[in-house]
């Protein structure tokens, strides 16, 4: 059984990355990929209140992720819809698409470790479309934002969903883990900003034609400045509500969704129906990438079998006795990430150490922090940030891996190098 369901995964993993040369939609392959191994899972299990259980597990965390995805995009649809990005290409002056891909790539790495890595990707992908108006531009820039969205969420309790699970375990702890791996982060995502700016020097950014995006009904510049900070200061605030509350972050920004179509029925109540139907969060809801959430459910459902059938953690099981040295077992777990999504990887592991053997802030926990973190960015489809990228952009897997992937690579282990150096110094 447990081989069967490896083969199907990677059958459907395969389908997944040849979406383009087999034209078969990566959101049907995900789906038939989930379908089939959780019915095999089913087929060969006996005990129908464990199977129930543990698939309710899986779709409660699922549907937590796709909850959260679903109300972030659409907040950045109904702020685009008002022109709120305006407030910040407005100030954007530069000429130059080098400097204009290294103010991004700082812009992304610090709002994500505030907000998080999807977030702050949905985000920076939209206000791209703003600011360049050749495609192939687009592309390198969505992904430098990937990496320097993964890079940022790494570091921060609140950043990325790896980095949450080992903070909200007691693995580490919030300024342990900030001082312990901003500098590699931040490595990792200045390595590949200053080749591929390189590689861009002397080119000039392209804006896109102003198009008339007011639907007969321009917003005005408070309307631009409330849609734009209440929908910021809503994505802002989901962390906050969620440590007060102790509630999961899709509660936050379900509640702020509703908080922001309540504002927006008001301020738009005095227009036709026809004009204020272009602003509302209906409208915003018919525009968002439904195929890219229904990829990610799939995704998520297959993932979760591999789990419940220990598969992963026999695999971690398996590193440990075959290659013994902690280091680079985390950097292997780290690359692992980028093909199998790197939360139930980080599960697997807190679950094979204990505590006990590795209290708190130690080096084992700070630098899965890091790997499984960053390591995501290696393939698009390796981290939420990547998925939500290919989406919006839709970006080719194999482009990915051409262009980026490398990048990606060398920026991991730059990183990687530069905790092991700062442990060995200072530990």
Known sequence: MLSTLVIVFVIAYAAIALEHPLKVNKSASALIGAGLLWTIYALSLSDTHLLTEQLGESLTGTAQIVFFLMGAMTIVEVVDAHNGFEVITKRIRTQKLSSLMWLVGFVTFFLSAMLDNLTTTIVMISLMRKLLAKHEDRLFFAGIIVIAANSGGAWSPIGDVTTTMLWIGGQVTSLAIIEGVILPSLVSMIVPLAITAYVLRGREVVSPEAVDNDHGVRTTEFERNLMFFMGLGILVAVPAFKTITHLPPFMGIMFGLGILWLVGDLVHRHKEDEFKF??????????????????????????????????????????????????????????????????????????????????????????????????????????????????????????????????????????????????????
């Not at 979760?304 to 059938?309: I, M, P, Q, S, V």
């Not at 902690?326 to 980080?346: E, F, K, Q, R």
């Not at 989406?391 to 690579?409: D, M, N, Q």
């Open 278 to 427: 272009h602003f509302t969060l209906a409208h915003a809801l018919s525009k968002i990438d439904m195929s890219s959430l229904v990829f990610f459910i799939g995704i998520l459902l297959s993932v979760a079998t591999l789990e419940h059938t220990h598969i992963l953690t026999s695999l971690a099981q398996w590193l440990n006795q075959t290659v013994g040295r902690l280091d680079v077992i985390v950097l292997i777990i780290g690359v692992v990430s980028a093909i199998v999504d790197n939360v139930p990887l980080v599960a697997a592991s807190m679950g094979m150490y204990s505590l006990t053997e590795f209290p708190p802030d130690h080096f084992l926990w700070e630098f899965m922090a890091y790997c499984a973190g960053t390591g995501g960015s290696i393939l698009i489809i390796g981290s939420a940030a990547g998925v939500a990228a290919m989406g919006l952009e839709k970006i080719h897997f194999f482009w990915y891996v051409k262009r980026i992937s490398g990048l990606a690579l060398v920026g991991y282990f730059a990183g990687a190098g530069v905790y092991l150096a700062q442990h060995a110094l200072f530990a």
